[in-house]
């Protein structure tokens, strides 16, 4: 059964850096393009970024452009977001999804705190 | 960048209840329309995905409409797993928002 698991979340100070991954399974992980989203404490989903299946193409939200970056490692099945510069406004529950009609899979999440 | 606008904001409904929630984009999407549910704590569950297709294993009590820049997803019978919140995306174009959440209660 797909499963995607995400890790690397934790409590950051302001301006630092983290690398979040999702660890994909039961699926042909190189064959779909991959999400990140988040949802801040309290709020609504907010799309983070895109990556198409072979890396190609990548696309990010303009609340993150030049700040996070999405990669992938088809060989090891597993979606990365490094995120730079973190900011107060980033603290936030980050999900994984695959891409398909919709976004069909999600991981249970991973908590991402920015706080000094 | 299309924006997606939902309402209401929150419902109040019954045991049995058919509840609708609209869904209503800035800009024509065709039918490039998903709904998903979330429960608190949990990961949101995609339960229709261009407008009016039912993902694989969501009871048929959940059905989808519209296309353009309007959009209804329908509860019949509202069962009590069905209270939680909905949010609508529409896939046009990147970026794919979502819309603010529709936050079900039982009455």
């Known amino acids: 059964q797909v499963q995607l698991v995400e890790s690397g979340g934790g409590m950051v100070q302001p301006g630092r850096s983290l690398r979040l991954s999702c660890a994909a399974s039961g699926f042909t992980f190189s064959s779909f393009g991959m999400h990140w989203v988040r949802q801040a404490p309290g709020k609504g989903l907010e799309w983070v970024a895109l990556?198409?299946?072979?890396?190609?193409?990548?696309y990010y939200a303009d609340s993150v452009k030049g700040r996070f970056t999405i990669s992938r490692d088809n060989s090891n099945n597993t979606l990365y977001l490094q995120m730079n510069s973190l900011r107060a406004e980033d603290t936030a529950v980050y999900y994984c999804?695959?891409?398909?009609?919709?976004?069909?899979?999600w991981g249970q999440g991973t908590l991402v705190t920015v706080s000094s | 960048d299309i924006q997606m606008t939902q309402s209401p904001s929150s419902l109040s409904a019954s045991l049995g209840d058919r509840v609708t929630i609209t869904c209503r984009a800035s800009?024509?999407?065709?039918?490039?329309l998903n709904w998903y549910q979330q429960k608190p704590g949990k990961a949101p569950k995609l339960l229709i995905y261009d407008a009016s297709s039912l993902q694989s294993g969501v009871p048929s009590r959940f059905s989808g409409s519209g296309s353009g820049t309007d959009f209804t997803l329908t509860i019949t019978s509202l069962q009590p797993e069905d209270f939680a919140t909905y949010y609508c995306q529409q896939s046009y174009i990147t970026p794919p928002a979502f819309g603010q959440g529709t936050n079900l209660e039982i009455k």
């Open positions: 999804a695959r891409r398909n009609e919709g976004f069909d899979y």
């Open positions: 800009q024509t999407i065709s039918t490039y």
């Open positions: 990556i198409w299946y072979d890396g190609s193409n990548k």
